[in-house]
């Protein structure tokens, strides 16, 4: 039988090769950036039209090519910047493959102007889907300009697969961040349709940050510095509170390289956890530095997935260091809630000097004089919210007669809403009867044993029933701000809201302005504040957007469901002894007392009788 195999012709193997690297206009943005970084540019200009469907250009300063390199540099398997396979494991540029022109060369019509420093004149060179069209001798500034057009325009399926313009603008918006974030010290621009989307100076970290993402982020971030053999961590995270429900402003950069991974991404959430709101997003930007034969970057064409030898102790680090910020700068005064909150030192003393402890002795302390003699001092009798704790231990259990009779049964009372009723009556007669453990639950001891509350939940149930009654019988109290309150979504999510303002009115909310691009709220609901207004409508927003389809006949339980989850009391917030008893009387005045509205368990009961089992 005949051979049949063949080898392919160029532009073919480039077409093919261009399927792996370029997937959509933002990765041709992403390649040509890169190639401006190492070209050592100062500064750098992004231009693009139609979401980069017509039209990207980047114009850099850098070093410029020589005539034969302009030309060579389409060449698949042409790079400047590695020369043997031991390179692989030294890389300080972002590209190596010495595919990413000859890729693009060969979906789209390029156009590459370029000259270096010292020559006079540049090059210009015309290449069409692999074909070069014509090579010029040309004046232009030293650097270089490469324009791509119409990409695809070889390939109609995967022009077709293209998505909207707005969703290809936002990815290409994604890899100029990534790349400009990583190169602070590099200025960049960026252009859409004629207008100036970014400007950004020659800046530090911190203010390239606030530069991308506005003025408000500076607050917002807390700096994390640790340094180790193995690498060494610089950046900062977003202080819990303005944790978004999307996972927007997550970034690593791994010696310079925007890159993703899940697994550190895990070391960040754990770092944070028990300080998010459910399903919020901590943000993060985080420089590592590693020596750059421990990673191999190998792994994936578009270089964003890459392999550490060490990931386990990387993972470690990150995830102290972070957290070492987050109680250094007094975000998360007791992050481990086991820890006696006394021993914390608040961060500022650490500044101050300590005084020498002074030893108090009570003379006349007498350990058999009795329990009200004079003699014993006050400081070594239990405090008095000590002991009605203790005592309150045992309310209910007496026998039937002073509390026996108005004490219930945790099993009957779910059922039963007189015992309900009753219940109320329990804990309110018989003062503190509750106890919060770990600042999560609320303990709270009935005739059979005792309830345990979670905080959060409870609380969620208590308000959704409270906003569900509001907006039903149209009579939310509302409190005045000072001033309006300007707030910014984009226009879809403003649509989302205008959708929603009546039910929200009712709720308490008072908006001046809510159209086109702007929110001005002048009210709020009376279980909200100011500075939580924003992630309390991002939540909403998000709540909106994620709703099954077919539900929007109950838009006003969605409403009452997100205010309630977004209002509510949170794991690792402090009661007071009136506060924990509002709880337990509030959440028992609910209409369904034992469940979130998204149906999980508010409360638990452990009876004595299990109890005194755990003590066979
Ligand atoms: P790689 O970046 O992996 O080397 P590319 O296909 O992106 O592969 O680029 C090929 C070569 O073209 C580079 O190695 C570099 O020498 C040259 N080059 C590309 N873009 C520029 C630029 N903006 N300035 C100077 N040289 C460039
Ligand atoms: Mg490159």
């Given amino acids: 039988m005949a051979d049949i195999i063949q080898l392919l012709p160029d532009h073919v193997a480039n077409q093919i090769a261009a399927g792996e690297v370029v997937q959509r206009p933002a990765s041709v943005v992403k390649e040509l950036l890169e190639n401006a970084i190492d070209a050592g540019s100062s500064s750098v200009k992004l231009i693009i039209k139609d979401a980069g469907k017509t039209l990207i250009q980047v114009v850099d300063d850098g070093c410029g090519m020589s005539v034969t390199d302009a030309r060579l540099s389409f060449e698949r398997h042409a790079t400047s910047k590695i020369k043997s396979a031991d390179d692989l494991f030294n890389l300080h540029t972002k590209g190596f493959r010495g595919e990413a022109l000859a890729s693009i060369a060969a979906i789209a019509h390029v156009e590459l102007k370029s000259r270096q420093e010292q020559e006079e004149t540049g090059t210009h060179i015309k290449i069409e889907g692999s074909e070069v069209v014509s090579q010029e001798v040309v004046v232009t500034p030293k650097g270089t300009s490469i324009l791509v057009k119409n990409l695809f325009y070889n390939i109609p399926a995967r022009r077709n697969f293209l998505k909207s313009n707005p969703v290809e ?4 918006i994604d890899e100029f961040h990534r790349v400009s974030l990583a190169h ?11 207008s100036e989307v970014f400007q950004l100076p020659e800046s530090n970290f911190r203010q390239r940050i606030v530069n991308i993402f506005g003025n408000k982020t500076n607050e917002k971030l807390v700096p994390v510095d640790e340094s180790t053999e193995v690498v060494t961590m610089s950046g900062f995270v977003g202080k819990p509170e303005f944790a978004k429900k999307t996972r927007g402003e997550q970034f690593f950069f791994v010696n310079n390289r925007f890159i993703k991974s899940a697994y ?3 070391a960040v959430s754990s770092a944070f956890e028990g300080l998010l709101k459910d399903g919020a997003h901590a943000s993060y930007f985080l420089n590592l530095k590693v020596d750059p034969q421990t990673i191999d970057i190998n792994i994936h064409p578009t270089k964003t997935e890459i392999k550490f030898d060490d990931e386990h102790t990387i993972y470690a680090i990150l995830r102290s260091a972070i957290k070492h910020s987050l109680g250094q700068f007094n975000i998360a005064p007791v992050l481990d809630f086991e820890r006696n909150a006394n021993l914390d030192t608040p961060y500022q003393q650490h500044k101050t000097t300590a005084s020498a402890p002074a030893v108090d002795v009570d003379r ?3 350990p058999f004089a009795s329990d009200d003699s004079k003699s014993n001092s006050a400081s070594y009798r239990p405090k008095k919210e000590q002991s009605a704790g203790w005592e309150s231990l045992y309310v209910g259990l007496e026998p039937k007669g002073t509390n026996g009779d108005i ?3 945790a099993n009957n009372f779910e059922t039963d809403p007189e015992h309900v009723s009753m219940f109320q009556n329990a804990s309110q007669e018989t003062g503190a009867a509750t106890y919060q453990l770990h600042r999560k639950y609320v303990l709270s001891s009935i005739k059979s044993g005792m309830l345990v509350i979670d905080q959060h939940r409870a609380h969620q149930r208590i308000l959704y029933e409270e906003f569900l009654k509001q907006i039903t019988v149209k009579e939310g109290v509302s409190q005045q701000l000072l001033f309006p309150l300007a707030l910014n979504f984009s226009v879809d999510e403003i649509k989302i809201l205008v959708e929603l303002k009546e039910q929200l009115e009712h709720t308490g909310f008072v908006f001046s302005k809510l159209e086109g691009e702007t929110l001005e709220i002048t009210g709020v ?8 207004v924003s992630i309390i409508l991002e939540q909403l927003i998000s709540d909106v957007e994620n709703e099954v389809p077919d539900s ?14 977004s209002l509510s009391i949170k794991t690792g917030q402090s009661l007071t002894k009136m506060e924990q008893e509002h709880l337990v ?11 979130t509205p998204d149906n999980r368990l508010t409360f638990v009961t452990m009876t004595v009788d299990e109890l005194d089992k755990k003590f066979m």
């Fill in 169 to 172: 603008t936002r990815h290409i």
């Fill in 184 to 194: 602070p010290n590099v200025r960049f621009s960026m252009f859409h349709n004629g």
């Fill in 264 to 266: 550190l991404n895990h």
């Fill in 364 to 366: 006349s302390f007498n």
């Fill in 407 to 409: 004490a219930i049964d």
């Fill in 525 to 532: 609901p009376t279980s909200a504040t100011e500075s939580g």
């Fill in 552 to 565: 929007s006949f109950s838009q006003t339980d969605m409403l009452a469901k997100s205010l309630a989850k």
């Fill in 585 to 595: 009387n509030s959440l028992f005045a609910c209409k369904e007392p034992s469940t």
